[in-house]
């Protein structure tokens, strides 16, 4: 049994009153089973975050990390930095960092491995776009990314790792995947992972995230395959967030 994970990306949005809110509404949630969550807000935000929410089920992420430990890399900051700062979990990979800040697969598994390195848990970010998703290469993509990443880490690292899949045509667009277009490409995730590694396939936590919201949240979240969310828009929203944690439970 998969314990659901629900993680809160707030991109370059949110500000100090929103982690107070968030910390003063988590303080007192009951959730109805184990559920996992975490909140990725911007860097200045780690600090405050950490205290805010101390004594909650909110756990702290980061939303990127560059792979060197220390250095001359103006604007950057490293893993070591991250977990100073009591980060659990950080995001790799994802889509909009693969298109605007143009990182490539080994990019992405060298962020990877530097988050392994200082103990992080990494979210390994993967997902199709339209016109691959029309041209009938979406499992080709999806897959080619998680590969290239999981294949080449030790069996404890890959245990560390949450893969989650966003089709880019469904973040922040409104338009989510169907239950059953997310839940094919899980067990693809799963089938591919379990062909070298099936004692982690069975553990492996998959979420779904693309316009995940607290209407659409039980259905996706029902999916065999599917062990919780990647929420943009919807996790700088208190109660719509608050309502897909307890959708996971
Ligand atoms: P969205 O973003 O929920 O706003 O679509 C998801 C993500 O980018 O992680």
């Avoid at 990306?9 to 982690?19: F, H, P, Q, T, V």
């Avoid at 390195?117 to 016109?131: A, D, S």
């Avoid at 890959?158 to 239950?179: F, L, Q, S």
Wanted: proline share 5%; charged share 20%; net charge negative.
């Amino acid at each position: 049994m998969r314990k659901p994970l629900i993680a809160g990306n707030w991109k370059m949005n949110g500000s100090a009153e929103l982690i107070e809110t968030f910390g003063r509404t988590f303080a007192g949630i009951e959730l109805s089973s184990p559920v996992d969550v975490v909140i990725h807000p911007p860097f200045p935000y780690l600090d405050a975050a950490r205290s805010a929410f101390a004594g909650t089920p909110l756990a702290l992420g980061a939303q990127t990390l560059n792979p060197l430990p220390s250095g001359a890399r103006t604007g950057e900051v490293s893993g070591e930095m991250l977990a100073e700062f009591g980060v659990e979990y950080v995001l790799a990979g994802h889509s909009e960092r693969r298109q605007l800040y143009h990182e490539s697969d080994e990019q992405v598994y060298e962020r990877v491995i530097a988050a392994l390195t200082v103990g992080l848990k990494p979210i390994l970010c993967v997902g199709e776009t339209l016109e691959e998703r029309d041209a009938g290469q979406s499992e080709d993509v999806v897959l080619r990314q998680v590969g290239h990443v999981m294949a080449r880490l030790e069996p404890g690292q890959r245990r560390m790792m949450t893969i989650a899949y966003e089709p880019v045509w469904a973040i922040g667009t409104g338009r989510t995947a169907t239950p059953e277009q997310a839940q094919q490409m899980m067990a693809a995730i799963r089938g591919y992972q379990a062909s070298f590694d099936s004692a982690l396939a069975d553990a492996l936590r998959l979420l779904y995230g693309g316009s995940m919201n607290a209407s659409n949240a039980r259905e996706l979240l029902a999916q065999e395959d599917i062990d919780g969310g990647l929420i943009g828009g919807a996790s700088l929203k208190v109660d719509d967030f608050k309502a897909i944690c307890q959708s996971a439970g």
